[in-house]
């Protein structure tokens, strides 16, 4: 949450009224990196095209808006930017209007005090963070949901149209043809259900830390990759010398590897056996888990979009399109990151960075 | 009216192929049905007898592995350039994306003349026919 060096916006006509802002604000503890102060609305709207504000406190009656119209424009327009209200009538009825309209608060200059400011602004900058992200969240959500209707939607349909097919060719040959398609229909709905849980599971088992051996967690992904390894001639390396272990929940970096290094073997050139190299660094608290591959490589225009839900490769439809979402979410969750390094046709590498929940207190965890 | 000497069914899925092809087949006038599992198989067949088959009709999935429909629609853009025949074959997109992304995508190549939401039904299919086959006096 952003409360540190902070780029107030000051919207306000009134010299008098400038200045005890200023000399109010400069008391409290708030970290300010700047206080810009415009006094017309369209003055405050430039400010808000040319610098990055955090914060705008906006006057009610100015000399080009009146009434609501400013925190209405500048809502309009900057939907992401908290605003807080300043008049000088005590009207409850104002406060109220002005907050059904998008401002986080309502300071009523009579009671302009560094404390009240500094409450208000603080207080504003945080909601605002909780309701951006949970904004956030909700558009995810909606995405999946759509993912989810869209992937259920074909099985199901076929299904249905299989069962009267079944039907109208009761005693007929082609028969068990029907049935096993019917099969195949439910193994796929199987498959996505599968995949829910997965989700659901990544989840839950956030809190479950200890300290994972890199090596283990090798072996038994590439063991259970057994088939795929041989069928494709694949050959796995790792060089865990860097940093063997780190305190994470186990699945996770279970997760994490399985996807990258089935992914490696699944997007390979064609009649080129798969190498894939898994190293791993350490830096500070964060350790960096690379998965090299000399496989067909990502276009850069891609780069971000492969780790969006349900996402799927142009070449395959296979693809369960949320193993590296899975990826970025557990790695992002932990305060690090992920990131691919690949050109058409030149392999690719991906580095996840994950935050080591055990830095500091390894050792302990090893002896106990 | 003439016959439809042969309908190409695109479609990685063979589910949606075996429901499809005893659609198409119902339909009185439809002779032959042939089915391809990706773009790049149907391509390589288009090309290798570009002078000694006619096709009625494609329909074409979106999302394929190898060459999905969107590359298939920039080749055989390519080849209907090559070989008139080609540019006068009724193209429909028989998809399961309800992303209206992909509709509009779809229509931005010359040679796709309509968009088709899974299920396909014989009413749908005949409708396609009628729409777009026997609509021109092609036959």
Redesign the interface.
Known sequence: MKDENLEILLVEDSIADQRLFEILLKPTNLSVNELWISSTLNKALEQLNHNKIDIVLLDLSLPDSSGFDGLKTIKQLHPNIPIVILTGLDDKKIATKAISLGAQDYIYKGDYSSSLIEKAILYAVHRHTIHYEVTQMNKLLDSYVYSVSHDLRGPVINLRLLINLYHETQGTPEQPDILKHMEASILKLNLILDNLNDVLVEKKSLNDVSYVNFDEVFREVTKSLNQEIEETNAVITSDFSCAEGIGFTRSQIYSVMYNLIYNAIKYRKPEVPPEVNVSTKSEDSFIHLLIQDNGLGIEPKYHEKIFDMFYRNNTSSEGKGIGLHIVKTVSENSGGYVKVESQLNEGSIFKVCLKDKLYGKVEASVLN | MGKLKQVFLID?????N??NE?TVKAHPLVQDVKIFYNGEDAITHISKHLFDEEISLIMLDV??????G??FLTVFTKLSKEQPTLAHVPLVMLS????PEDKQKSFTYEVVRDYIP??LTLDTFDKIIKNHIYAFGSY
């Open positions: 990685d899925d063979p589910v949606n075996f429901i005893k999302n394929m592995p190898r060459m999905d969107f590359q399961s994306s309800v992303r899974k299920p």
